[in-house]
């Protein structure tokens, strides 16, 4: 588990500047619009690199552990390389080619890695630990990053230069054990999708797709909007890890057998409140502190149960897993894109950052019941 763990904390720090802080450069350059455009097109490129490093891992000596670091490494150097860049259309395409491509390479390894590695309550302990360490590394980074950006007035280059080069530095001494993972069988990912018995579960992942987007858009711009800047959303960001990290560490200390029903209905919500309380804020903003416990708490234990379940449906859908895993990559680029895309047109209608928020919130609000029946019945599979 050990090496798992070291994996997963170095996924999620490079996943934090990158996803996060590549979200917060987008408000900042292109707004709610820019995010969305962003988050689509680093989806994109992250399907297509996920898909083929399915196929590389297919029958060769190479283990995934190779795959998930070579990753991560790439998420850094596509940090450190944007750092260079001086248009923001530049900075924005390359961390979305480059990135998108890398963080595609390193969840498919990760995923894989998880599945061969992890099983019941075991399982459900490492996502719980996972996702705890994790919140710890979203309160000190976002607090070190807003105060080098409050003191650099918000460049981001040179915050991108710094996690960039310093992520590159610490791959290898981090995260060089061995883990022996048998590669995937032979692939036969369009049988899948063409398969009845994968059907009782891909709704689940169309609907995971669409949330986590709506979700990951949602909360970087109306943090921005609300605070301000991006040393601001650096704290909001730290302030909802702190609310998240003993929570979750609780929780992992107490893991469940299987995915947790109870656990994400109580989470979606906490979820509903604190996207009510987003749209709030936008007009009150002490309705603030609300919002990001909400979210804080909400979040990392609907991701912590939904990667269960994701897990759990990988090897129930009556087909190969590594076929699974290529089809429900595809079934989460479909809610993504269809999520996104629905979010793009809607505020295409109005030039208002904040009415823009309102739209999406709104959105995220209709999928969370979705979400949960989906995950409800793919769990009594």
């Known amino acids: 588990m050990s090496t798992l763990l070291r994996g997963a904390m170095l996924f999620l720090t490079a996943d934090i500047f990158y996803t996060g802080f590549g979200s917060a450069y987008a408000y900042a350059h292109r707004g709610v619009q820019g995010v969305l455009i962003f988050l689509a097109l680093s989806q994109l490129m992250s399907t297509f690199a996920y898909v083929a490093n399915v196929y590389r891992m297919q029958g060769h000596n190479r283990t995934a552990l190779q795959g998930y670091r070579a990753g991560i490494a790439g998420m850094f150097a596509s940090l450190l390389i944007a750092s260079f860049l001086v248009r923001d259309l530049a900075v924005l395409g390359s961390l979305a080619l480059l990135g998108g491509a890398a963080r595609g390479v390193a969840f498919s390894s990760r995923t894989w890695l998880e599945l061969s590695h992890t099983r019941t309550a075991m399982r459900e302990r490492y996502l719980g630990i ?29 915050l991108f230069g710094i996690v960039g080069a310093a992520g590159l530095a610490l791959v290898v001494p981090v995260f060089c054990a061995k883990l022996a993972t048998a590669p995937p069988g032979k692939l036969q990912p369009v049988k899948t999708l063409l398969s009845k018995k ?11 797709g669409a949330g986590h987007a709506l979700r990951t858009a949602l909360f970087v711009s109306g943090a921005m909007a609300i605070v301000g800047s991006a040393a601001g959303y650096s704290l909001v960001e730290a302030l909802a890890s702190f609310f998240a990290a003993g929570l979750l560490w609780w929780h992992s200390q107490r893991p469940a057998h ?35 416990a909400a979210y804080a708490i909400g979040n990392p234990l609907v991701t912590m149960v939904k990667s269960g379940l994701t897990l759990k449906g990988l090897t129930t859908a009556g087909t190969a897993p ?37 739209i999406v919130a709104a959105l995220a609000l209709l999928l969370l019941p979705l979400e949960y029946h989906y995950a409800r019945k793919l769990s009594r599979l």
Request: net charge positive; hydrophobic share 60%; with cysteine.
């Open 258 to 292: 299987q995915p947790s029903l109870a656990r994400l209905r109580n989470s979606v919500f906490l979820l509903a409140l604190g996207w009510l309380c987003l749209m709030l804020a936008l007009v009150q903003p002490l309705a603030l502190p609300v919002f990001v």
């Open 130 to 158: 996972s996702e705890a360490l994790g919140a710890l590394l979203r309160l000190a980074g976002p607090l070190l990053s807003g105060a080098l950006l409050f003191w650099l007035n918000d460049n981001f280059h040179v």
């Open 198 to 208: 994968f059907w009782r579960t891909s709704p689940f992942y169309i609907m995971d």
């Open 322 to 358: 590594q076929d699974n895993l290529i089809a429900r990559m595809v079934l989460l680029t479909l809610g993504r894109f269809s999520a996104l895309g629905l979010a793009f047109a809607l505020t295409s209608w109005t030039v208002s950052a904040r009415a823009n928020i309102v």
